[in-house]
């Protein structure tokens, strides 16, 4: 929780990258949010997780499915 804090001001929203205040338990409504704005995906965390460098089961980055790679060059959505 604190690092989150700190993080809120290390950025700005743009259109791809967002913070989320931290919503517990309405995984899938933010999910079909992402899909809606056609963003990438999601990082889902366990909120007592404490930071740990490299991949973990306790932070989770979900994607979505009908997201390309060249969307994310600014090439369009994959069809």
Same mark, same amino acid.
Request: aromatic fraction near 10%.
């Given at each position: 929780?604190?690092?989150?804090?700190?993080? %809120?001001?290390?950025?700005?929203?743009?259109?791809?990258?967002?913070?989320?205040?931290?919503?517990?338990?309405?995984?899938?409504?933010?999910?079909?949010?992402?899909?809606?704005?056609?963003?990438?995906?999601?990082?889902?965390?366990?909120?007592?997780?404490?930071?740990?460098?490299?991949?973990?089961?306790?932070?989770?980055?979900?994607?979505? !499915?009908?997201?390309? %790679?060249? !969307? !994310?060059?600014?090439?369009?959505?994959?069809?």
């Amino acid at each position: 929780m604190e690092r989150k804090l700190h993080l %809120r001001g290390s950025f700005d929203n743009t259109g791809t990258l967002m913070y989320a205040s931290g919503v517990e338990e309405e995984g899938k409504l933010v999910f079909d949010e992402v899909e809606g704005l056609g963003l990438e995906g999601m990082l889902a965390k366990r909120m007592d997780s404490t930071y740990q460098r490299g991949r973990s089961r306790d932070w989770l980055k979900v994607k979505f !499915a009908g997201y390309g %790679r060249p !969307a !994310a060059l600014g090439w369009g959505k994959k069809e």
